[in-house]
């Protein structure tokens, strides 16, 4: 089945940094990747997602991209905020398939923004 | 609009019980997803109801089950818990045609003792 590894576990930037948390898949049949934000207390919000057949989106501060031929993808967080310091999930799936409706979750990143 | 809702927001059990969480998903959607989040884990794919029938299940014993009503709120239920059951239990729905874009729930935190 889909593997998915996430790097870093942790991530400390100082606040108005970048931060960029990268994902490898293993199936090269997954076509959705989504990303997710979570705080304390909370479930996993939705913050940005990209399909198979495109290569980048951008979302003001967030952007994501996606290697194909490497199997992997990144979250791109720009002039970072306190706010933003959270546990965030990169995720595969394949819209189709015995695996359909499965979304298959990185290990998380702790994310720190230090003002 | 109103979230994915879930109740009871905290469960605690002693093992060997049965344990039933409840999940309501945003209005329109008619697919309804249960995950796993257990500590140093992440989260794990549970089960996946859509339009009252289970479509898939992760790799999981099958006392864990559930079912999707009429009204496309879902239950889970957690029979002869193990205190490795112990987790955070998160709802997640989409509108299936939009491609598997899953929103979650707050979750239900179970504690088996």
């Known amino acids: 089945g889909e593997n998915v590894e996430q790097h870093p576990s942790t991530l400390s930037v100082q606040e108005g940094d970048s931060a960029v948390i990268k994902c490898t898949y293993s199936?090269?049949?997954?076509?959705?990747f989504p990303w997710y934000k979570q705080e304390l207390g909370k479930g996993p919000q939705l913050i940005i997602d990209i399909r198979s057949n495109v290569g980048e989106k951008k979302d003001q501060r967030i952007a994501v991209t996606l290697n194909k031929t490497a199997k992997h993808f990144s979250l791109h967080i720009t002039e970072t905020q306190p706010e933003d310091s959270a546990v965030y999930f990169c995720a595969a799936s394949i819209t189709g398939g015995t695996s359909y409706g499965k979304l298959t979750f990185g290990q998380g990143t702790i994310l720190t923004v230090h003002p | 609009e109103a979230g994915v809702t879930q109740s009871p927001t905290h469960l605690i059990k002693t093992r060997g019980q049965q344990a039933t969480l409840r999940c309501s998903p945003i209005?329109?959607?008619?697919?309804v997803y249960w995950y796993q989040q257990a500590l140093g884990l992440g989260l794990q794919f549970l089960l996946w109801y859509d339009e009252g029938e289970e479509r898939n299940r992760g790799n999981f014993p099958p006392r864990f089950s559930g079912r999707q009503f009429p009204n496309y709120s879902s239950e889970l239920n957690v029979n002869a818990l193990e205190l490795e059951d112990s987790a955070l239990y998160l709802c997640a729905s989409s509108f299936e045609s939009w491609g598997n874009e899953q929103f979650f729930g707050p979750g239900t935190r179970l504690t088996v003792l």
């Open positions: 209005s329109g959607h008619t697919s």
């Open positions: 199936d090269s049949a997954s076509n959705y």
